[in-house]
């Protein structure tokens, strides 16, 4: 990130950088630290997903700052935002709403209920709404794509690890991808060491798994929106190896 974002935000003439950062502290949740140096490479906002609370003392934190976001469809009471409505460098209001999926998940309220109720509320201060669906099920991220279609900017989905190919513009003007994918060691299954990873499919036995080690990439998409109107109008992938 810290090598390759600002060449990124200049080529591309980025507003505003969105990054799932829910396995920065070795795969596993966030610090604040690490927080905090994300902001400082230039992301603006943070979403997460289901480790979210992997660091326990990361629970007291996420209620202080608003640019961090977990999933809106935890129920009523759990810390932290799950939106937020910034102004970008360029003056632009924009709504970032994170929500995570149900199927093969931890059960919460309904991605889609939740959305429905926050995108009429974020509607009120912008036009610009872009929602990261945290989930693994591909069928229900489709799904809820044509469920928000025209009413949300861009629905990019995460959790996966894995970029999918399939990203479009919707028939209403949504932007849409299954999954961004990962950025983190290339050499790698979904970012732990190799040979872990097979140990444990070949023993099924539990295992401490650690970060793989060496060449990285960065993989994430470029969304273009009309500030006038909210419609997307270009989604592009991008995963460039580094170094």
């Not at 998940?105 to 912008?126: G, I, V, W, Y």
């Not at 989930?135 to 996966?160: C, P, Q, W």
């Not at 190919?165 to 790698?188: C, F, R, V, W």
Request: hydrophobic content about 40%.
């Amino acid at each position: 990130m810290k090598a390759l974002l600002p060449n990124l935000t200049d080529k591309y003439k980025i507003d505003l950088v969105i990054a799932n950062g829910e396995n920065i502290a070795g795969g596993f949740g966030l610090t604040e630290s690490l927080v905090s140096e994300l902001f400082k490479m230039g992301v603006h906002i943070i979403t997460t997903g289901n480790h979210v609370w992997d660091k326990k003392d990361f629970v007291n934190y996420i209620s202080k700052d608003n640019r961090v976001l977990r999933p809106a469809n935890y129920p009523s009471g759990a810390p932290g935002y799950g939106s937020i409505v910034v102004n970008s460098p360029a003056g632009i209001k924009v709504a970032v709403l994170n929500l995570s999926g149900r199927v093969f998940m931890n059960t919460l309220d309904c991605p889609f209920r939740t959305a429905r109720a926050e995108l009429q509320r974020l509607s009120k201060e912008t036009n610009i709404i872009i929602i990261d669906l945290h989930a693994e099920a591909t069928s229900e991220k489709i799904a809820f794509g044509y469920f928000v279609d025209g009413k949300a900017s861009a629905v990019i989905g995460t959790h996966t690890h894995v970029q999918t190919a399939d990203e479009k513009i919707l028939q209403n003007g949504t932007a849409y991808i299954t999954d961004a994918g990962m950025t983190g060691p290339s050499h790698s299954v979904i970012g732990i060491e190799v040979d872990q990873i097979i140990q444990r499919f070949l023993t099924a036995m539990p295992a401490k798994f650690e970060t793989a080690q060496g060449d990285g990439v960065l993989s994430a998409v470029v969304v273009e929106i009309n500030k006038d109107t909210g419609r997307a109008t270009g989604i592009q992938r991008l995963q460039i190896s580094y170094p």
